[in-house]
């Protein structure tokens, strides 16, 4: 009888504390602070995440497992990018569990409605000047709609017969993914479909965010995104010049092209510092479309800081080398037409971006 009441009470001292350490979870319970520097966003965000998916996608709570307690384990893995980091803190859960709970999450900042919500190109008129105004009153540049740029994110070796459009110049398999952003670092855009071994300038060309750009060029509308060399010049897309005289306007445009682009930049590697299952020390251990499916839902939840001015921690541009990589590969055919229109259109933006700075 006393061997049965102990055993008894073990199991209730186990079931109490399994109940503790779920209550490490909950929001409530932790500093503002801490919260921050443990989940990457702020309670009121996290808040209105849950909410978001709740109200816009599949993601459900279980019988044992709160929709709330899903995220939270989510957001573990998605700041730190380990598994063994997020069991250790949510030590009530299994590693599959946790594994699971991070699936879910992830396929649910994927849905249609989150993406339309979050990432979102400017498809008004109205919406696209209130953009130009602000690139311009922070960069005295004319028609800035974005800038884009392109960075490696690191995967692990994929099959055999696919592996070579992964393998990119710098030695690792990566999948090669295009943003673009506003003069905030808010992301509009992203296309993670193409492996490392892809060119920035391929990715760009068969990109629908180039097509749209296309689009409103021949509607009329003067705007054009900022991209570096690796680029093609295009009346939608403006590019530095190579080597411009000292005193140019040319010079100039380089300079205030530069300053502006860098936002770019500077996004990327915010988002890999807050994100860190997405840093350039890290490998994502998945088949790329579900590697790119984990990188879409951090962009959302990059927005989703910013939105709400949540701290960044400290951040590295990115540096990309794209003039090295075209000496090394290829790019695409181009079209002197467009070339030749777009290296007018940027004259002009150049005299303009001279008077104006």
């Given at each position: 009888m006393t061997a049965e009441a102990a055993e008894?009470?073990?199991?209730?001292?186990?079931?109490?504390?399994?109940?503790l350490r779920r209550k490490l979870l909950s929001a409530s319970l932790i500093s503002d602070t801490h919260f921050v520097q443990r989940y990457r966003l702020t309670k009121e965000a996290y808040k209105f995440l849950c909410e978001t998916l709740r109200n816009h996608t599949n993601l459900r709570s279980s019988q044992r497992v709160s929709l709330e307690t899903k995220v939270l384990c989510a957001l573990l893995f998605f700041a730190n990018g380990?598994?063994?980091r997020v069991v250790g803190t949510a030590n009530c859960y299994s590693q599959e569990a946790i594994s699971r709970f991070v699936h879910q999450v992830t396929e649910a900042l994927n849905h249609p409605e989150v993406l339309k919500n979050f990432i979102k190109f400017p498809t008004t008129r109205e919406a696209r000047e209130q953009v130009k105004q602000s690139f311009y009153n922070m960069y005295?540049?004319?028609?800035?709609?974005?800038?884009?740029?392109?960075?490696?994110?690191?995967?692990?070796?994929?099959?055999?017969?696919?592996?070579?459009?992964?393998?990119?110049?710098?030695h690792y398999h990566s999948i090669n993914v295009q943003m673009v952003c506003d003069h905030r670092g808010l992301i509009m855009n992203i296309n993670p479909k193409y492996g490392g071994a892809s060119h920035d300038a391929f990715v760009w060309e068969n990109s629908l965010v180039n097509q749209h750009m296309q689009t409103l060029h021949q509607s009329g509308e003067s705007v054009w995104l900022l991209g570096d060399s690796g680029y093609p010049q295009r009346p939608w897309?403006?590019?530095?010049?190579?080597?411009?005289?000292?005193?140019?306007?040319?010079?100039?445009?380089n300079m205030v092209h530069s300053r502006a682009r860098v936002?770019?930049?500077?996004?990327?590697?915010?988002?890999k510092n807050r994100w860190r299952c997405v840093c350039k020390d890290r490998v994502l251990h998945y088949k790329p479309e579900k590697c790119a499916h984990i990188i879409?839902?951090?962009?959302?939840?990059?927005?989703?800081?910013?939105?709400?001015?949540?701290?960044?921690?400290?951040?590295?541009?990115?540096?990309?080398g794209h003039e090295d990589f075209i000496r090394e590969e290829s790019a695409p055919h181009e079209d002197s037409s467009l070339l030749t229109l777009g290296r007018l259109i940027r004259d002009r933006v150049a005299s303009r971006v001279r008077l104006i700075n």
């Open positions: 008894m009470d073990r199991r209730e001292e186990e079931r109490k504390n399994l109940l380990d598994y063994q005295g540049f004319p028609g800035v709609l974005g800038c884009v740029d392109g960075s490696h994110f690191r995967i692990v070796k994929p099959k055999k017969d696919i592996e070579h459009l992964f393998y990119c110049r710098k897309l403006m590019t530095p010049y190579s080597q411009p005289g000292p005193g140019t306007s040319a010079e100039t445009y936002i770019i930049e500077n996004t990327f590697g915010r988002l879409i839902a951090c962009c959302v939840l990059h927005n989703i800081c910013v939105n709400f001015n949540v701290p960044d921690y400290e951040t590295e541009p990115e540096t990309t």
